[in-house]
């Protein structure tokens, strides 16, 4: 049985991702996965979906749904009151919709991308090189998404979800640390350098996008100007700009990158990083990579059954 | 005979990919070390290894952690040891083709190429000549799907991007920034000095190969004239 989702409004920057489009960056197709891949997976495991199913990635202000059918919708992520037919309902938690219903988001209290998973299989027509995740496009007014029915067992929250709901909470939303691996260009910074970026607090620019955190915070400069040449970059990249910023590529980056790349965000601390509002400051940290990557495999007990 | 096996300095990009990059210091076209390398892990369909990114110097493996349970220096120093044992390996672009890309050289489709004469000091003609005579390297890909940063183009008609982008350049322009030509795979704002157009269709979402070029490939501008142009014309945006 079909069931199907339509925009009825177009928000500011919605689409639909997975996990990413992968095996295709040298030819200059980025991944466009999710900006904070912790609360898609979340959605998607309250739910008892595949973890990496495609959702819905919001901003506010975010589009309008309607649904056509009875079907379970979760949404995880960022607080931007969520309402249905506007009677507001719970985030991370099962929902029932029925048919002719509106979801509609009244306003950004926390974080910056709401996910809204749905149980069912998005039809394989909106994939595109083995992933579902929209293309340089964002949702437009009209766009209807075919759903195809899956069975129901009871998708209810266990303690088991109850455990990995608060651990995903925790960790992007009670913690404001953003740890970075050191990159190539690291000792071609001036010590002063060094030493603003270690102590002084960073926020996040209001320019920036899903390609890219710029932040607020003291000027960055190397020890002498350097031309690099290019190389690939991935999500999570501290790249210095001539003009002293820096920008932390995020889900939509470009393959390569010319500028200075001074480190790169590990890959736990990306959905806090993306979720981080403006006015909120944060320090960077060193980390390395055989602690990082025992951080990336703690968080898989979260959702392992 | 022992022949040289080829040592590539290994770098973290993060925790989510490794770098190899190339030894061979000045760049004249891409290491053919690493681009030979580039195929072998190509070839070899790694479990865990999602992009193989070459570009200049470098090739960046972005992997999967939980694929890989050892310190990301050691399992990348494992896959080059593969490569150095296996028999595949150098050479293995000796027999490259040129491709050859058409471009109209017409000042209705090169848009800057009265500025890129003035700039130059040379004739349309000289313009024409000396950047259809040269082979190029493709260096990389990057920036839009299937744009390839070609190089090197000779000294005396290279020119510097605009100093703010164009809002909208046509797809299948080709243009010049400094050292390095390309052709835009889709209508795009952009920054570069276009000289011409190319009819044919760089990049095609639609296609299995998706794009002309991968990094390592040799280019060749041919050139023709406007009436070819719109005979061999595959983009539908044209006025």
């Not at chain 1, 029925?98 to 709401?114: A, H, M, T, V, Y």
């Not at chain 1, 069912?120 to 909106?126: H, I, M, R, T």
């Amino acid at each position: 049985m079909k069931m199907s989702i339509r925009i009825i409004k177009k928000g500011i920057s919605d689409r639909i991702i997975d996990a990413g489009r992968y095996g295709f960056q040298h030819l200059g197709i980025q991944p466009s996965g999710p900006m904070d891949f912790l609360s898609a997976q979340l959605a998607n495991t309250i739910l008892d979906n595949d973890l990496n199913q495609p959702v819905f990635e919001l901003h506010f202000p975010a589009s309008i749904f309607e649904f056509e059918e009875t079907m379970l919708i979760c949404i995880c992520g960022a607080n931007f009151v969520p309402v249905i037919n506007d009677k507001s309902i719970t985030l991370n938690t099962p929902i029932q919709v029925n048919p002719k219903d509106q979801l509609s988001f009244l306003q950004p209290i926390e974080g910056r991308s709401c996910y809204l998973g749905f149980k069912g299989k998005l039809d394989e027509s909106k994939k595109w090189l083995n992933s579902f995740s929209s293309f340089q496009t964002t949702l437009n007014k009209g766009d209807h998404f075919v759903i195809h029915k899956v069975a129901e067992i009871d998708i209810s929250i266990n303690p088991f979800k109850q455990h990995t709901i608060q651990q995903v909470q925790k960790n992007v939303f009670n913690e404001h640390e953003i740890r970075f691996i050191p990159g190539p260009a690291w000792n071609d910074l001036a010590p002063a350098s060094i030493q603003l970026l270690m102590q002084e607090p960073f926020r996040i620019d209001a320019k920036s996008n899903r390609m890219g955190f710029l932040f607020n915070g003291p000027a960055i400069h190397l020890s002498a100007p350097k031309d690099y040449l290019s190389s690939a970059v991935t999500m999570g990249t501290l790249q210095l700009l001539p003009n002293g910023q820096i920008i932390v590529l995020m889900a939509d980056h470009q393959t390569i990158g010319g500028y200075a790349n001074l480190g790169q965000i590990i890959l736990v601390d990306l959905p806090r990083l993306a979720q981080l509002n403006n006015q909120c400051p944060f320090k960077l940290s060193i980390i390395n990579v055989q602690t990082a990557h025992q951080l990336y495999r703690s968080i898989q007990s979260w959702f392992k059954h | 005979m022992q022949s040289q096996r080829p040592t590539f300095q290994i770098q973290l990009l993060g925790d989510h990919a490794i770098v190899y990059k190339s030894n061979a210091g000045q760049l004249k076209g891409i290491d053919q070390d690493l681009l030979a390398f580039t195929q072998f892990v190509t070839d070899e369909k790694i479990h865990g290894i999602k992009d193989i990114i070459l570009a200049y110097d470098t090739l960046t493996l972005v992997y999967d952690i939980l694929h890989f349970d050892s310190n990301p220096f050691l399992f990348a120093n494992t896959i080059l040891e593969q490569f150095n044992a296996s028999k595949k390996c150098l050479n293995a672009m000796e027999n490259k083709s040129i491709i050859e890309i058409p471009v109209c050289y017409d000042a209705s489709l090169g848009i800057d190429l009265q500025n890129a004469i003035k700039a130059s000091n040379c004739s349309i003609d000289e313009l024409i000549q000396q950047h259809s005579d040269k082979i190029y390297t493709v260096y990389c890909l990057g920036f839009l799907p299937g744009f390839a940063y070609m190089g090197d183009v000779p000294n005396a008609i290279q020119l510097p991007r605009h100093p703010s982008p164009r809002s909208k350049v046509l797809a299948g322009s080709v243009g010049i920034a400094g050292r390095q030509t390309g052709i835009y795979p889709s209508t795009s704002p952009g920054g570069w000095q276009i000289i011409g157009r190319t009819p044919i269709k760089i990049f095609d979402p639609t296609s299995t190969s998706l794009t002309l070029f991968k990094a390592g490939d040799q280019i060749k501008f041919k050139p023709i004239d406007l009436a070819s142009f719109h005979t061999l014309n595959a983009h539908e945006d044209v006025d």
